[in-house]
């Protein structure tokens, strides 16, 4: 027997007549990779997290334009996107563990709302609540890294 006989058959192809290309069979290499359910769900439950820690900072921003509900419009939009938030929340809550869930959702959203304090409003910050920040992130993305179920 000679080492070629060993090697695997290249994929056949064939020439699809609606625009004369040629492309490969259907080879258990070309096939596209599928995502089991459980898998979709968890990466679903992320997109919701990032949705509802950016209502959240949204209605918190909004909270602030209204000056205490003094300008009661911008507080209206600000109770809309607070309800919009949990909303979006509740299914991601179905699919990750509760803690590690809120746990981002506050982290994220704190450190957004503080840097749209800094850049939208003006505030200012010492050393160590910004340290303190940091590590709220850190914790943050931690739990993100570290979350399997």
């Known amino acids: 027997m000679r080492a070629s006989d ?3 058959a290249p994929p056949t192809r064939h020439v699809d007549p609606e625009n004369g290309s040629c492309k490969p069979d259907d080879h258990p290499q070309n096939l596209p990779i599928e995502v089991n359910e459980k898998e979709q769900a968890k990466m679903n ?4 997290i990032g949705l509802a ?6 209605g918190t921003f909004l909270l ?3 000056e205490g509900f003094e300008k ?3 507080g209206v ?8 938030c ?3 929340l509740a299914p991601a809550l179905k699919v990750l563990p509760v803690g590690v869930v809120y746990a981002i959702w506050a982290g994220v959203g704190i450190v ?3 840097l749209i304090g800094i850049f939208a409003f003006d505030e200012k910050l010492g050393a160590i609540q910004y340290a303190c920040i940091a590590m709220v992130m850190i914790g943050a993305v931690g739990l993100r890294l570290t979350t399997t179920s």
Request: glycine share 0%; charged share 5%.
């Open 45 to 48: 439950a992320w997109i919701l």
């Open 112 to 114: 957004a709302a503080t």
């Open 72 to 74: 009661w419009h911008w």
């Open 86 to 88: 949990f909303w979006v």
């Open 6 to 8: 060993h090697q695997p």
């Open 77 to 84: 939009v600000s109770i809309i996107c607070y309800t919009a």
């Open 53 to 58: 820690i950016f209502l959240e900072v949204m």
């Open 64 to 66: 602030k334009l209204s």
